[in-house]
């Protein structure tokens, strides 16, 4: 297993977190948890998709 797939294991495991994250907070009824976990979704996402494209053009995935 090469580093690229295991970074983006691990990129996938904070977004599973972050999405996690949601739930519990809609659970306790926090919209400051709610939006944070939105927010933490969606900056794991865009770096995620970016790295993907960098490990693209150099051939690694």
């Known amino acids: ?4 797939k295991l ?8 977004a599973v977190l972050a999405m996690c994250a949601i739930g519990y907070s809609v659970a306790l009824g926090s ?12 900056v794991v996402f865009m770096t995620a ?3 993907k494209r960098k490990f693209r053009e150099q051939g690694l995935l």
């Open 7 to 14: 970074v983006m294991g691990i990129y996938a495991l904070a």
């Open 49 to 51: 998709f970016k790295m």
């Open 1 to 4: 297993m090469n580093r690229a």
């Open 31 to 42: 919209w400051f948890g709610i939006l944070a976990g939105i927010v933490a979704t969606c």
